[in-house]
């Protein structure tokens, strides 16, 4: 066993997580705050891109399934939406943009959250069997499942680039700002997914809320029309979804032709998610500690 | 055991519980159906009142606080191994929750100097359709080991493992003692401060245990501080030179772990023959009592077995077969009384027993139980679980053994000599 031994030197060596708190003494009390939270995080961030990486293998494995199923299903709803918003209810698209496209710029934040949303918050009961068995913060398990839904989306996006070509509608300068609305929309996402994925440890009744949550959240949204559809004195109080100001977002960076971005709405719905994440993180660190023995 | 000085423990427990709330349902029957209405009615209200405020909902109609663990003390020093051992239930698994940071402790605290990695299950987080390459890198990020480690130990793994020909197969087409393998080898390799392991030695084929036996051998003489929680005996005995003993969630003995293995199966004893409930065997005819004489049955040894009757109304036993069964339910051996001379016996009211002495009970430890089949000039029956014996291994054996569950029920005195063959010019 001597070349055991050299490569246990190594080990040790290469050990990544948590280098430096090696030696401090960890203190388990109850209901004491863990004051390394944040730096274990940053610790176990391999085992977050692990577990997204693990995902979106097994969703790609059977791999015509996975993919096609990223490209048909915001196709099918494009289409649809398209046709009743479009054609029969006859709403007004922004500026020349064709009304195809508006919806598909709407769907590609919504469908972003709504995955994130829906993956993320049953995420902790899927992954019992590693919370039962394994330390690691717990916050890495709803935040690791967004990230399938971060490849549908590029998936999505790169559709979207596709239909721009057919329509021959090109965007303009305001695409560079698109990495922003994508963050937002993901600040947006994080906060309730936080906060459904703890309480549907406690309380499995969040299983049957979240998909109701979803499928209302998309005809509140402008998703299949665009918010400038909203009567004036609508509209502030319409912001207070902060798919709103995600999708806004979107549209203002994807369309040329989009309407400008009407700014208390925007500030208003940042505002919204702002608070969310901060609650969910905050829920989530509550409870978190209590999810082996729930679950 | 020399006290250790402040900065060589590893781990330092102090006054650690750890409380469960369970909930049940009221004993009596629930007669009429507005009784239940109103009964989850008020199960109802209160799981909303919880919500409410926040708790966990617990079923039934009652709750009660449950102490899983309750008032642990214990030190262990750096580089030490400390075995674990209790019965089902007496909080082995709980505390190594505790301990690996899974779930936090309800009162105490526990002080945890280093790097802890828990292995409380054999590949924890595999998935099927993920080729076993692919399941490396997962099962060590999973137990904390960084991308970088695993890369350098993956060839060893690999080879731990015995998988070479099929890393690029999804480990649903596995055999299972290939999956086993595979998900030990990652864990093996796995070198924190301090491992805590709960049961993972009773898997995969009897060559296979040698090598985690002999891997476990190398961890614990590495320096490395290791907490083993099992119920083998021999393993303990062996890797640990000590061990705490929990019982009802409580530490009832600490120290050298012969000490605690022996005092262990004494309460074993005892507990499980008052648990014994009196069995009704024929009309008239209750058993009362089964007992060996000895406290602890060594493989090998003389055991004497006693069954106890109460008789209310006069009977006869035509047959009477003692019945050794394995943990698993397999009838190991039977005694047939017959054919010592004493049946059919003809018994009045009274009570009396049936002593039986086996010369010899070469039995490989582990749990049995016994059971006895009876038959008088009517009936006839046979009678499972009435009592359950405990063999401890024969000491005197010198090698390192493979664990009990690979050994099959039965020692054999057996011998062996090398002969050399001269040939023959």
């Excluded at chain 1, 710029?105 to 992954?127: D, E, H, R, T, V």
């Excluded at chain 1, 997914?193 to 049957?208: E, G, Q």
């Excluded at chain 1, 798919?243 to 977002?249: E, H, L, P, R, Y």
Aim: proline share 5%; hydrophobic share 50%.
């Amino acid at each position: 066993m001597g070349v055991k031994s050299v490569n246990e030197t190594a080990g040790f060596a290469t050990a990544v997580q948590v280098p430096a708190g090696a030696k401090r003494t960890l203190v388990l009390e109850s209901g004491r705050a863990e004051r390394n939270y944040w730096s274990d995080l940053w610790a176990y961030r391999e085992l977050f891109l692990i577990l997204g990486w693990r995902d979106v293998a097994v969703q790609y494995k059977q791999s015509v399934i996975g993919f096609a199923w990223a490209v048909v299903r915001p196709l099918l709803t494009m289409a649809i939406f398209t046709f009743v918003f479009g054609r029969l209810a006859r709403l007004p698209s922004e500026g020349n943009a064709p009304y195809p496209l508006l919806v598909m710029a709407g769907m590609l934040p919504w469908f972003l959250l709504s995955s994130i949303l829906s993956q993320g918050s049953s995420s902790l009961i899927q992954n019992s069997n590693l919370i039962g068995k394994v330390y690691f913060p717990r916050l890495i398990v709803p935040v690791a499942s967004s990230v399938v839904a971060i490849v549908d989306f590029i998936v999505t996006l790169a559709l979207f680039f596709v239909m721009m070509a057919i329509w021959q509608y090109p965007p303009d300068w305001r695409l560079i700002l698109l990495p922003v609305a994508i963050i937002v929309a993901l600040v947006a996402a994080l906060g309730p997914v936080l906060m459904l994925a703890a309480l549907n440890v406690k309380y499995r009744d969040f299983r049957f809320i979240v998909p109701f949550v979803v499928q209302f959240g998309l005809y509140i949204s402008p998703v299949g029309f665009s918010s400038s559809v909203i009567p004036e004195k609508w509209r502030l109080m319409y912001s207070l979804n902060p798919a709103v100001g995600v999708i806004d977002s979107f549209r203002w960076c994807l369309l040329a032709d989009a309407a400008p971005i009407y700014w208390p709405g925007m500030g208003l719905s940042v505002l919204v998610s702002v608070i969310l994440l901060w609650l969910g993180v905050r829920t989530f660190r509550a409870t978190e500690k209590s999810f082996a023995d729930l679950i | 055991m020399p006290e250790p000085n402040e900065a060589d423990i590893a781990i330092r427990a102090q006054g650690l519980g750890k409380k469960y709330i369970i909930g049940h349902q009221s004993a009596e029957r629930v007669p009429t159906l507005r009784d239940a209405l109103t009964r989850s009615a008020s199960a109802i209200l209160r799981s909303t009142g919880e919500i409410l405020r926040g708790k966990p909902i617990v079923a039934g109609d009652e709750t009660e606080e449950f102490w899983a663990l309750r008032d642990i003390n214990f030190e262990v020093a750096r580089g030490e191994v400390m075995g674990i051992i209790g019965r089902n239930g007496a909080g082995k698994s709980t505390l190594l929750k505790v301990l690996s940071r899974i779930t936090e402790p309800s009162e105490g605290r526990v002080e945890i100097k280093g790097r802890v990695a828990s292995l409380l299950e054999v590949g924890t987080g595999f998935h099927p359709e993920l080729s076993g390459r692919e399941n490396i890198f997962l099962n060590g990020a999973i137990l904390g080991m960084g991308r970088r480690e695993i890369k350098a130990k993956f060839d060893e793994i690999v080879a731990f493992a015995e998988v070479e020909r099929f890393l690029d197969t999804p480990v649903k087409r596995y055999s299972s003692g290939m999956y086993v393998r595979l998900a030990f080898a990652v864990a093996a390799h796995l070198e924190p401060e301090i491992l805590v392991v709960d049961e993972v030695l009773a898997v995969g084929d009897a060559e296979f245990q040698k090598k985690c036996l002999g891997k476990m051998k190398d961890v614990a003489g590495g320096g490395r501080t290791v907490l083993f929680v099992s119920h083998n005996m021999g393993a303990i005995e062996s890797l640990c030179p000590r061990a705490i003993q929990l019982s009802g969630g409580q530490v009832v003995s600490i120290g050298a772990s012969g000490v605690v293995v022996l005092d262990y199966l004494d309460r074993w004893r005892a507990e499980s023959s008052r648990t014994m409930q009196q069995r009704q065997l024929e009309p008239g005819l209750v058993f009362e009592n089964l007992r060996t004489t000895t406290d602890i049955v060594r493989s090998g040894d003389v055991c004497e077995i006693e069954l106890s009757f109460a008789a209310e109304i006069p009977g006869v036993i035509t047959d009477c077969q003692l019945l050794i069964y394995s943990a698993t339910g397999v009838r190991v051996a039977a005694v047939d009384v017959r054919e010592f001379g004493i049946l059919p016996f003809r018994y009045k009211p009274g009570r009396f027993l049936i002593r039986v002495k086996i010369e010899s009970l070469p039995l490989v430890e582990g749990h049995y139980s016994l059971g006895v089949a009876l038959g008088s000039s009517q009936h006839g029956a046979t009678h499972e679980n009435l009592c359950d014996i405990q063999v401890v291994s024969d000491l005197a054996f010198s090698t390192v053994r493979y664990p009990a569950n690979v050994r099959g029920f039965i020692e054999l005195a057996a011998n062996a000599e090398v002969v050399s063959l001269k040939e023959h010019p």
